[in-house]
């Protein structure tokens, strides 16, 4: 109880100062003129806080407080039904504990403690995303969604009820997955892995609404299909994702720059999302 009261405290007093209000994507983009929305994937591996942790986004919110910006999360459900943050579908990694995420109880989850980025056992719990939707509800910070299972009607149905259909990204990946994520919210932003245009031709044969979709985008698509796309209204996504690298860090600065330039993206997602800032938008950094 009393770590929660320190939390409430934290943000009522973050919010006193927040020069942004919650936006939806598309007017996020928007407001950012030519610098893309940046994504924490995992919520960023700047800080040594644990990833898909409640501290984690503590951090970006006090990091980020004037940049337009979004953490991406996993979701993963348990035994018992509750959608928690996990990025791996074994516990071993990020916790003290064993076993899969599936098999494991709310009872076992709330027992265990979650690891930093160097390994350290911390005092931080693994969030349930009904949590961390309470505690970004309202904050500039968007949300991109990446649901670890065969649950995405559950997934929209807590982001609607909540009332952050706009404020939330959801992945798909799969037209399968494409297809239910539009059959369950008539207003959620979300993303169609297109690696070439049959699969934007696929894509309108399920729906036009074209406004509230970003097309995820690999890093060589071609310019024609670059045009199709942007052209039918959709938001273009692409990562760097940096945990594909030996060792573990950043790109040097003109891959970021040759990236943004070639592809024309609005949402980059990166691992080191204060690195790219600090770099690439120093005029919008802010990391005291």
């Excluded at 003290?96 to 599936?102: D, Q, S």
Aim: hydrophobic share 40%; aromatic share 6%; net charge negative.
């Amino acid at each position: 109880m009393k770590e929660n009261l320190i939390t409430i405290f934290f943000l009522l007093l973050l919010a006193g100062s927040q020069p942004l209000a919650a936006q939806s994507w598309k007017t996020s983009r928007e407001m950012s003129k030519r610098q893309p929305i940046l994504v924490a994937h995992r919520g960023g591996a700047d800080c040594i806080q644990p990833e898909n942790s409640v501290a984690i986004m503590l951090e970006m919110l006090r990091k980020f407080p004037e940049t337009i910006a979004g953490i991406e999360v996993d979701i993963r459900k348990t035994a018992s039904g509750r959608l928690i943050l996990m990025h791996d579908a074994i516990l071993q990694r990020t916790t003290n504990g064993t076993g899969e995420v599936a098999s494991a109880t709310d009872d076992y989850i709330d027992s265990l403690y979650l690891k930093d980025q160097a390994g350290n056992l911390t005092a931080e719990k693994i969030p349930s995303f009904e949590e961390v939707l309470d505690l970004l509800k309202d904050t500039h910070l968007l949300l991109m969604l990446d649901v670890k299972g065969d649950f995405i009607p559950e997934v929209i149905g807590l982001v609607r009820k909540k009332e952050m259909e706009k404020q939330c990204l959801l992945l798909t990946f799969t037209s399968e997955r494409t297809a239910i994520a539009l059959a369950n919210s008539e207003t959620m932003f979300f993303s169609a892995l297109i690696k070439q245009l049959s699969d934007f031709e696929n894509l309108k044969k399920h729906s036009s609404d074209f406004g509230r979709m970003a097309a995820y985008i690999s890093k060589d698509c071609d310019t024609a299909s670059l045009t199709i796309i942007r052209d039918s209204g959709m938001m273009l996504l692409t990562d760097v994702l940096e945990t594909t690298k030996q060792p573990f860090e950043p790109h040097s600065v003109s891959y970021y720059q040759s990236v943004i330039s070639t592809t024309g993206v609005d949402i980059l997602v990166t691992d080191f999302p204060l690195y790219v800032t600090k770099h690439l938008f120093p005029i919008n950094s802010n990391n005291n």
